[in-house]
């Protein structure tokens, strides 16, 4: 009774057309009237204890990055840097996409932000080097989905947050899953574009890459700091978003000069809307996790999912598909904050790493954001890709299934994550 109690005031009040944060509330209360437990106070103070999180200050200084370096010259670089080294090659517009949005997805960790930067300046130039359009959108979106898996992510500080785990073991440990997500990419491609009479761009001379190379040292310089810096313990992953605010600022103003001081108010206006967004979420979340945990919620699903407990193969391939299916409908903040409580009680029974549960259930979270009807990456590159969003949905079909494929192999092969994840975090 108690699980019906919460999908259906959920799913009822979200197919209402209510937003997320007051869905997750109205859910939280009905948990309270079922539990006999009604109290305004309870629900006041859960409000106020999910947003108050040190770890979760992270959030706004990452997003703020990520708009100084759209908007300050970094992203642009680290795209000149990547057609200087594979943008001769056949389908190399391609290539330039995928390794640009790797590097890009280490600078902000927002896939919304990497994909908007990547489709504005990709996008263009791979329809005229000749490139089909709906192609050559779907595979920006799915590169702009990898910032979540790289980090810094802001899926995984969430994640972190919700399930109380090591954020910065969670970085470390996307690392391997995020560059095979790449690599998935770059088979697709390749796949699409081996028929296609599109003529790559020509080979530059060895001084105009070393030129465009030292141009985007500056940028190609952060990630290298963070996950360092991360890695030899000089700074948390909040410390890490401030160093990536400040330096992307000192660059963006100082160096490339192409961020001018009175464009900061709109680039704080922007990314404190977003953020308010994303914390708001996280307080109402917390409400509904408070109850899922006083209701024993995780126990009725530990019931449920008892077969597989003994099989944690089968137990995460199930799991994975649930989150596929959800994923459809649901974007990826709120299918964290909801599931999180849910899921992580279940993987721990089953004697699963939480961190490798966290990395798969990020990547599939993230892959989410480009499965149609949602799609939030793709609505988000059909509009600045000037296409329909039933075009990109054609386009976008190779990359999402080889994305799914690398997903499910890492669930059959998971030393894949765990190993490298030991190895990045000393343990």
């Known amino acids: 009774m108690t699980i019906t109690i919460f999908i259906t005031s959920l799913l009822g009040s979200m197919a209402l057309g209510m937003p997320i944060a007051f869905a997750l509330l109205l859910c939280g209360m009905a948990l309270m009237f079922h539990l006999d437990m009604f109290d305004a106070q309870i629900i006041a103070q859960n409000v ?11 959030v706004p200084f990452f997003l703020l990055a990520g708009e100084i370096m759209n908007s300050g010259g970094l992203s642009k670089r680290i795209v000149n840097v990547a057609l200087a080294l594979v943008g001769h090659i056949k389908g190399g517009l391609g290539y ?29 130039m791979m329809v005229a080097a000749g490139h089909n359009r709906n192609s050559s959108a779907g595979l920006v979106a799915a590169a702009g989905c990898i910032a979540p898996v790289i980090p810094p992510s802001v899926g995984f500080i969430v994640f972190g947050v919700a399930g109380g785990l090591s954020i910065t073991k969670l970085f470390l440990a996307g690392i391997v899953p995020g560059l095979l997500l790449a690599g998935g990419l770059v088979v697709a491609w390749w796949w699409v574009v081996r028929k296609e009479d599109a003529a790559p761009a020509p080979r530059l001379p060895l001084k105009d890459r070393l030129r465009a190379v030292l141009d985007g040292f500056w940028a190609l310089l952060l990630p290298v700091i963070i996950v360092v810096g991360l890695r030899m313990g000089v700074f948390t992953p909040t410390e890490a978003a401030v160093v990536a605010v400040v330096y992307s600022l000192v660059i963006a103003v100082f160096v490339y000069r192409e961020l001018k001081i009175h464009q900061l108010y709109e680039l704080f206006l922007t990314s404190a809307k977003t953020s308010a967004v994303v914390m708001f979420l996280m307080a109402a979340a917390l409400v509904s996790a408070w109850l899922i945990t006083i209701a024993d919620l995780p126990s009725l699903v530990i019931e449920v999912l008892e077969p597989f407990l003994g099989n944690k193969i089968l137990l995460m391939f199930m799991i994975m598909v649930l989150v596929v299916v959800i994923g459809t409908a649901m974007d990826m903040i709120p299918t964290i904050l909801i599931l999180t409580p849910v899921l992580l009680p279940v993987v721990k029974a089953a004697g699963i790493d939480p961190i490798y549960f966290g990395v798969l259930f990020i990547m599939n979270c993230a892959i989410g954001l480009i499965t149609p009807p949602v799609g939030t990456v793709l609505n988000v590159v059909a509009g600045t890709s000037k296409i329909t969003m039933d075009d990109i949905m054609k386009g976008v079909w190779p990359f999402l299934l080889a994305q799914l494929i690398v997903l499910f192999l890492l669930v059959i092969f998971p030393d894949l994550v765990i190993v490298p994840a030991r190895w990045f975090s000393g343990g």
């Not at 106020?48 to 992270?58: I, P, T």
């Not at 996409?97 to 927002?110: D, E």
């Open 96 to 124: 330039v996409a995928i390794l640009a949005g790797c590097v890009i997805a280490a600078l902000s960790g927002s896939a919304v932000a990497d994909a908007a930067a990547l489709s504005a300046l990709m996008v263009p």
């Open 48 to 58: 106020l204890n999910g947003a108050d999180s040190f770890a979760l200050m992270a």
